[in-house]
């Protein structure tokens, strides 16, 4: 094939939900499906031998949940997808948004029972903001839901474009009879599903066909109501608006037992685009160029403990990766070839040979990588939008053992250089290190990795600082009296980016009032580049 038509033929898509909406099993059904395993992991079943392909931390398995984003690659029909399942829980919501960086669209999963929750609202709001288009998959419809009426207007005023419905449940809960395919004209009949897939599926033909309901009985008379009044006020479905983000198609089902997986699955082929071009500093990236590009938006160690690894998820941007071909990291200059690359099935690995746009590829390092790195055939790019945000709770830690102080510093900087928390060196010298997070399970699982991942037992204690701000100023001198008139609040992070730590939003104003050729950001991209609110809205 051609490289363009191996760019055409990629589709790569991230699943967004709130917790316990069923993205972890719906993602394990598409795979179930796409042929990629041959029985799904029970995320139910926590204390079981099998857990979600996609949950490969042992935190995770013990807690049944998510806490770091997986990448899947598939082949269905003539596609290659890239499926990456994202963490729900709000405290992860910083790789989630990194991740929604490296795709192209995203597939939304509602619980029927609770609607748009809080998280979702989030996320989606980071998908509107960069135009992603979203397929939106309602879940749950075997169990006692909310009416599907109400779910479609609550989904149209959170995401702010129109809901349009390819299908339609019929009944919920236990009168759940199946769902409408309203573009095919027929209704697909519910039967509980299995691990295993099943693919003698009934069919029933036309909103008129009298065996439906009979039956049915009401609960399809009244779908067919709703279908028919949907028909007449709904907006007929337009491509290129969905691609510019101004509607989503809605599917409803049920993930658990196998329902409307198919469904989702012909959509993402069908509806999902193709890698777009990729902004950089620079100039705008085409995907169908012939020269490599790609930017690192995920680092993970230890995915193989045996071997202390770390390995840099690099979507690729542009043109093919070949093994072993020399690539140049913008960031520093340095050329690297890597020999050992790699595609997931979460923590299965295979080596690969090449990738095209729109792949997602890990390539084992050592440090060399950092988040936002650019990797070229020579060309100085920097990718813009990987976010990095100020955090919110801090704690002190230090280690119980003096003599593993080696060991909770190196497992600190992996940590850190994966964005799993963010890590600060106070410029005091001897104080201990300052961890940041977005939310309190954050600290949790550093912990547990630390003394899992890292044979190491640490104590992780409340500090005195509530906020930081990254801080730059176009004046290197003012920027010197600054952090030397506080030195007891300034420190550094995991790439050497200053920050200024304080207890109190009224001790950040004063700052900024004393000091006004210092600049304060709320986040950062990547090491040379940070921006956000300054001191007018700091506080």
Not at 287 to 308: C, L, T, W
Not at 437 to 466: C, K, M, W
Not at 469 to 487: C, D, E, L
Request: with cysteine.
């Amino acid at each position: 094939m051609s490289l363009i038509q191996e760019v055409d033929r990629r589709r790569t898509f991230a699943i967004i939900s709130h917790p316990d909406a069923g993205k972890t099993t719906l993602t394990e059904k598409l795979l179930l499906y796409a042929g990629a395993i041959q029985i799904a992991g029970s995320v139910k079943a926590r204390k079981a031998s099998r857990h979600a392909s996609s949950d490969w931390m042992e935190i995770e398995k013990q807690r049944g949940i998510s806490v770091a984003s997986s990448v899947m690659q598939i082949e269905y029909r003539h596609c290659v997808i890239n499926l990456l399942d994202t963490p729900g829980h709000q405290d992860f919501s910083e790789d989630t948004y990194r991740v929604l960086t490296a795709v192209d669209s995203a597939l939304m999963v509602i619980d029927a029972a609770n609607g748009v929750e809080a998280q979702t609202i989030r996320l989606l709001q980071v998908c509107r903001a960069r135009n992603t288009p979203i397929i939106t998959f309602i879940n749950k419809m075997d169990r006692e839901v909310r009416d599907p009426l109400d779910l479609l207007a609550e989904v149209e005023g959170h995401i702010g474009m129109d809901a349009i419905p390819f299908s339609w449940p019929i009944g919920m809960g236990h009168h759940f009879g199946g769902v409408f395919d309203i573009r095919r004209d027929r209704m697909r009949v519910f039967r509980g599903g299995q691990e295993r897939r099943e693919d003698h599926d009934e069919f029933l033909q036309g909103l008129d066909n009298a065996d439906s309901e009979r039956r049915f009985g009401d609960a399809f008379t009244r779908a067919r109501e709703e279908i028919t009044l949907l028909k007449g006020a709904a907006p007929v479905f337009d491509h290129q608006a969905f691609l510019a983000g101004r509607q989503t198609p809605v599917f409803f089902g049920s993930a658990i037992n196998n329902f409307g997986v198919q469904e989702i699955l012909e959509a993402l082929v069908d509806l999902a685009p193709p890698p777009g071009p990729r902004q950089a500093l620079e100039r705008e990236v085409r995907p169908d160029e012939p020269k490599f590009s790609g930017v690192v938006f995920k680092i993970q160690a230890n995915m193989d403990p045996a071997h202390r690894d770390r390995v840099a998820f690099v979507r690729v941007s542009s043109g093919k990766f070949t093994r072993g071909m020399h690539l140049r990291v913008s960031r520093t200059g340095k050329e690297i070839r890597p020999g050992s690359v790699v595609s997931f099935l979460s923590q299965r690995r295979e080596l690969l040979d090449e990738a095209y746009a729109g792949d997602i590829i890990g390539i084992p390092n050592h440090g060399i990588l950092q988040l936002g790195d650019a990797l070229t055939e020579g060309e100085n790019l920097h990718f813009t939008g990987l976010p990095f945000f100020a955090p919110e709770l801090f704690q002190s830690v230090e280690v119980k053992d003096p003599l593993r102080i080696k060991q909770l510093r190196t497992g600190l900087t992996q940590l850190g250089e994966e964005g799993a928390i963010q890590v600060f060196r106070p410029e005091v010298a001897g104080g201990a290190l300052l961890l940041g997070a977005i939310g309190q399970l954050q600290f949790e699982v550093v912990a547990h990795r630390l003394r899992t991942e890292y044979n190491v037992d640490a104590r992780l204690t409340p500090s005195r600082y509530t906020m930081a701000r990254w801080i730059t100023s176009k004046n290197p001198k003012a920027m010197r009296k600054f952090v030397q008139a506080n030195i007891a609040n300034i420190a550094y992070d995991v790439v050497d980016a200053a920050a200024f730590l304080v207890s109190s939003p009224a001790q950040l104003r004063v700052a900024g009032e004393l000091y006004p050729d210092i600049e304060f950001h709320t986040m950062r991209e990547h090491a040379g580049r940070v921006f956000g609110e300054n001191l007018a809205t700091a506080g």
